[in-house]
């Protein structure tokens, strides 16, 4: 199908919670939404226009990491820089989307490495932060080999850490926190060229309702495209008045999957916690399927629904 990406075409044949998370990183790794990323979260591009990111700094086809998209045709990959780390004694680090960016004025086209993270659950059973740092390191040490050998270690790139975390406490919501490497003088005042230190950053990206503080620009976008409640129509216009995002039909088609499939894994959550309620209050207070469901107060016509699911169940 020409001119369609990988994931419109995979997502025909899918449309699960897993599809959902392949097609926000999808839509996420579009180049006007990347260069409005960086433009707000990496210092290297903050006096940048956006439409230089996209068109001049960022190389080549980000690279899109996610659960086969095309499992009835064996699956495709986006070309572009690879997203496995591989190592035999560290294991395989599989980024969700990664590419190089190039610096703005630098004599060399100096790059930079940037991992862009979409983190659904912020306590995933250990500090979120240091599995960005982690992920840092990886990117860092796997350049050996690859853009550097021996001990030319002063062709090292800086790399970033990108995490867009969509489910961020309260405390959290709407804020945009760096973690870097920084210089100290605990003796005296001696210096080194930043450049030699300031390898990694690590940017914690949490967004948040417009109910709260700072639900502007950068933040307001990401909460706008990946909003569960916000439709196709409201999207659309969102990005293209307020953020000059002129959607492609590729993007379009992108977004319509990705609400149309966050719309179904909603409703089956909500359908699964009707189902354990159910069983719940025959269990507890000896109630029939239908008395349960008449506690609940379900509609009348989604009770076949219940019963067929709880049937199956047992």
Known sequence: MDGETTIAQGLHVTDDSGGYDAACKRVLSEKVILARIMKSCLEEYKDCDVNDIAEKYIEGQPQVSAVPVLPDEGGTIISGMDTEDKSVREGTVTYDIRF???????????????????????????????????YCCRMISSQHGREFTGSHYEKIKKVYSIWICMNPPKVRENTITRYRLLEEHLVGDATEPVRNYDLLSIIMLCLGGSDGENY?????????????????????????DDYGIQMTQTMEREVSVMCNLGKGVEERGVAKGILVSIKNLMETMNLTIEQA??????????????MDMLERQL
């Open 100 to 134: 190089r960016g190039i610096v703005p004025g630098s004599e060399e086209g100096i790059a930079l490495i940037v991992n862009v993270e979409a983190q659904n659950d912020f306590y995933p059973g250990y500090p979120l932060i240091k599995r960005g740092i982690y």
């Open 216 to 240: 502007d620009g950068v933040l307001r976008m990401l909460d706008v495209l990946l909003s569960n409640e916000t439709s196709e129509a409201e999207k659309r216009k969102i990005l293209q």
């Open 293 to 306: 469901m008449t506690a609940l107060k379900v509609p009348e016509n989604e009770r076949q629904k219940y």
